[in-house]
């Protein structure tokens, strides 16, 4: 029975928020951003490596606080890569100055959803911003954040 509870309280968790409106995988890697336009120009450039299957797409959320990360709000921002060649890259720009974490999932099938068995446990592949490391759930907040300042911040990331 405890399988059980890990499993739904997993895939609750590592999951990207439902609410997260995905743009169709058929155009190019566009993206969206709740943040409002800051005179900042602060970029994250993050690149996905060890990606097993060639098809589908990367999908990322970035959250830039501990409680939207841990459910409680909506990401800054979501955007996909298609996978080419077993990497995919993203770039994120005009954040503000400060404290993100990532939660990716690979989109095999591209269906936009995280797959998962009738256990409630992750199917697709997901990684975490710093490649923390979850443990009986995501990774926590403080594993995964990372600063952002002036300039180009690069996140490589593990997708396993």
């Known amino acids: ?36 336009a800051t005179p900042e120009t602060n970029t994250v450039e993050v690149h996905f490596t060890g990606i097993q299957l060639p098809t589908g797409t990367v999908m990322l959320a970035l959250f830039d606080s501990e409680a939207a990360y841990s459910g409680d709000g909506a990401p800054v921002h979501t955007s996909f890569a298609p996978v080419q060649d077993g990497t995919a890259t993203l770039t994120i720009t005009g954040l503000a100055s400060g404290q993100y974490a990532i939660k990716a999932f690979h989109d095999v099938d591209g269906d936009g959803k995280m797959g998962a068995n009738p256990f409630g446990m992750p199917t697709e592949p997901f990684a975490f911003s710093n490649n923390a490391q979850g443990k009986m759930g995501p990774a926590v907040w403080a594993d995964a954040k990372f600063d952002v300042a002036a300039g180009t911040t690069v996140q490589t990331i593990t997708i396993q």
């Open 1 to 36: 029975m405890q399988f059980l509870n890990f499993a739904a309280l997993s895939i609750a968790l590592i999951m990207l928020p439902t609410s997260v409106n995905w743009t169709a995988p058929a155009i190019a890697a566009e993206s969206q951003s709740a943040a409002t």
